[in-house]
């Protein structure tokens, strides 16, 4: 069992949690992610780390509650445990000196970003982050990103914080001003690492992508994380999560990650209606 340290809303449905699991901040690395059970009866639930601290052995982790499990894991509260937790997992994000970077970060996927942002920042790299939002409501860790970038550019669909459109349009702005980018990293929903490849292969840019695909035993075993990477099967797990954007099957992700889209409906579903039966009860 795991102790909840520390728990705090950043927006609407997105989640801090601070985690007391000294095993997974002895072995964390920027790029690095979790599998937590919310207990007894639950789901793997693939995470990953946004921060560590080694000394107190805390983990840190941001999430949106999406499905039924992660409805499950907002649920709890400081002081409350969590049933496992497992890893670190995944290989971590290679650090160097690339010279000029451009990390993009889309909606829930800017977490992701920020431990990267700050190794590349410490290894003597120009780091431009941009990240993307449906709206200001759903903004996250901006002064957060600020303290590990040279310039943080921000996007939302709606235009009420920032440029008005995609993270694309801030990237296409860069390139027309002819900033220098040596490196291209895209982390968020597929849609939006799909369009930043497309785009960066037009300009043979380097680029980078962390893909969340589906998830079992986060260990190579049960395949269920198989992606097609430069007509090539690869596991998520193991061999990633970080891959050449130019050379996935993006198309092909997107429909092994809409299969059980019918399923994970009828459990929200349930898990909603069970909740109403409770409070009813209460």
């Known amino acids: 069992m795991y102790e909840i340290m520390g728990k705090k809303e950043l927006a609407k449905d997105i989640k801090f949690m601070a985690v007391k699991a000294p095993h997974i901040t002895y072995n964390a690395k920027a790029g690095n992610f979790i599998v937590i059970i ?17 000394e ?33 997992f995944g290989n971590s994000f290679h650090i160097e000196k690339y010279g000029n970077v451009v990390i993009i970060g889309g909606g829930v996927g800017t977490p992701a970003i920020f431990p990267i942002a700050r190794e590349l920042k410490k290894a003597g790299n120009k780091v431009i982050s941009i990240v993307g939002f449906r709206t200001k409501e759903l903004l996250i860790l901006k002064n957060e990103m600020e303290t590990v970038s040279d310039n943080v550019l921000i996007a939302t669909n709606d235009g009420t914080f920032g440029k008005k459109g995609l993270v694309t349009d801030i990237l296409q ?51 269920v994380c198989r992606v097609s990477v430069g007509g090539e099967t690869k596991f998520s797990c193991v061999d990633g999560p970080d891959f050449d954007g130019h050379l996935v099957d993006f198309d092909e992700l997107m429909i092994r990650l809409s299969a059980y889209k019918d399923k994970e409906e009828e459990s929200l579903h349930y898990c909603r209606l069970n909740k109403k039966i409770k409070d009813e009860l209460k």
Do not use: H
């Open 173 to 223: 702005d860069l390139i027309n001003k002819g900033e220098k980018i040596d490196l291209v990293i895209a982390i968020g929903p597929v849609v939006m690492m799909k369009a930043v490849s497309d785009l960066t292969k037009k300009y043979n840019l380097k680029t980078i992508v962390s893909l969340n695909a589906m998830m079992i035993d986060a260990t190579g075993m049960c395949g």
């Open 56 to 88: 107190k052995g805390i983990v840190y982790i941001v999430f949106m509650e999406v499905g039924t499990s992660t409805k499950k894991l907002g649920q709890l509260n400081k002081g409350d445990y969590l049933y496992a937790i497992a890893g670190p």
């Open 38 to 54: 919310v207990d007894e009866k639950g789901e793997r639930i693939p995470l990953t780390i946004y921060d560590w601290d080694q």
